[in-house]
């Protein structure tokens, strides 16, 4: 097939590492259910050798996903948490993190309960510019990891500002871009060294797998490589193939998930009972220029809080019927959440509440049902 490289994002989605199976001529790829491979003679082998060392229904997903985030090398896991600890890895006790305070909950959890007591250090600033990161940094900063948008509160931050203020000490910018997508946002273009996602969530797409994985530069993932097969957090082949058919319709899928959070967004924002939304794409919110220059669109995340505060928003949360109360994000069906008791659960209630996610916060992530069927529940569950 010609060099995936020329092809546009939804065409390479569909084609980049699936080449039909030159033994049967299967146009998707098969799901490759073996633990081990019959070698020739010892050390002599068709590439494979034992199914977590590498899976040719792998080796498809991570050559697709390098190629979706514009990356040179691509690694599969069997979590986003996974994914995080294998980079993580890569620093020494006594190295220094630098976080951004809104952060997805496990990802603290990670940090704070199983890195911290091996030796790493973490610190959180408060302010998200590139500015604020450079005042946070130290000699011993090896890593700063960031999110955009945040979970839960969908802060924007400068990617390629940061990167610049990262690099400038010789430390490396992480992106988590799990929120975004590579259908709307390639942070490796802006200067990030590593992507990291949970393929549970858009690139999966249907909430029926979970997933994570790092892409990059070959050279610097090779220690991440190191850790995938020596430490063993990898993927099934059937979970890389689910992964792989979600990520089949990952751009028609976010354009409508983005059409329809960008009308919820603008409902809610003129709602009596709202106090207040999140969401990137509405001009008064903060970020929203840097989210117009770095982003194709601004996603199917959205977070608000109600007027009577967190009684009302516990009300809420079990009125919807097609925002299903669940954990996770970025299937095609809609869903409701209320990260103080259930995402950010792991996060002290102290932390959480002097970053904003206190019992008020309720987040949604917008699928892809008829838009005017999501209002109708919304409003229902509002009266």
Not at 44 to 70: D, I, M, Q, W
Not at 96 to 115: I, K, M, N, P, Q
Not at 124 to 134: H, K, M, Q, W
Not at 177 to 199: E, K
Request: proline content about 6%.
């Amino acid at each position: 097939m010609a060099d995936h490289n020329s092809w546009g994002f939804a065409t390479r989605a569909i084609h980049a590492g699936q080449d039909p199976d030159p033994a049967t001529g299967a146009t998707i790829v098969p799901i490759y259910a073996t633990s081990t491979y019959t070698q020739t003679a010892p050390g002599e082998h068709k590439g494979y050798e034992y199914s977590r060392s590498g899976n040719p229904t792998r080796t498809a997903l991570e050559t697709c996903l390098a190629s979706l985030e514009g990356g040179e090398f691509g690694l599969a896991f069997a979590s986003g948490l996974a994914a995080s600890t294998a980079v993580l890895l890569t620093l020494r006790p006594g190295d220094e993190v630098l976080a951004s305070a809104d952060l997805y909950g496990g990802t603290f959890r990670l940090l704070e309960r199983v890195f911290k007591p091996w030796g790493l250090r973490t610190r959180y600033t408060e302010d998200l510019t590139p500015v604020g990161f450079a005042q946070a940094m130290t000699p011993q900063t090896r890593l700063v990891w960031i999110e955009s948008p945040t979970n839960p509160l969908l802060q924007v931050l400068d990617i390629a500002g940061i990167a610049e203020v990262a690099h400038r000490t010789g430390a490396k910018l992480a992106v988590d871009n799990t929120f975004a997508s590579p259908a709307l946002q390639q942070p490796l273009r802006l200067g990030a060294d590593y992507v990291i996602h949970s393929t549970t969530k858009y690139l999966g797409g249907h909430s029926d797998v979970v997933g994570g994985a790092v892409i990059g530069a070959k050279a610097l993932l090779e220690p991440v490589k190191f850790y995938q097969n020596a430490a063993g957090g990898t993927p099934g082949p059937f979970d890389c193939y689910l992964v792989l058919r979600g990520v089949k319709t990952l751009a028609v899928r976010m354009e409508r998930h983005c059409a329809n959070a960008r009308v919820l967004a603008d409902w809610l924002s003129h709602h009596p009972q709202v106090e207040r939304v999140y969401y990137p794409g509405l001009p008064s919110f903060p970020g929203h220029e840097i989210a117009r220059r770095q982003m194709r669109d601004f996603g199917g995340m959205i977070s608000l809080r109600l007027k009577g505060g967190g009684a009302a928003a516990r009300r809420f949360v079990t009125r919807t019927r097609l925002f299903s109360l669940a954990e996770s994000l970025g299937g095609v069906e809609s869903l409701v959440c209320h990260p103080a008791t259930m995402t950010h659960a792991s996060v002290p209630a102290e932390v959480r509440s002097a970053r904003g996610v206190d019992e008020g916060l309720i987040r949604l992530s917008v699928g892809i049902e008829e838009v005017e069927d999501l209002r109708r529940d919304l409003v229902d569950a509002l009266a």
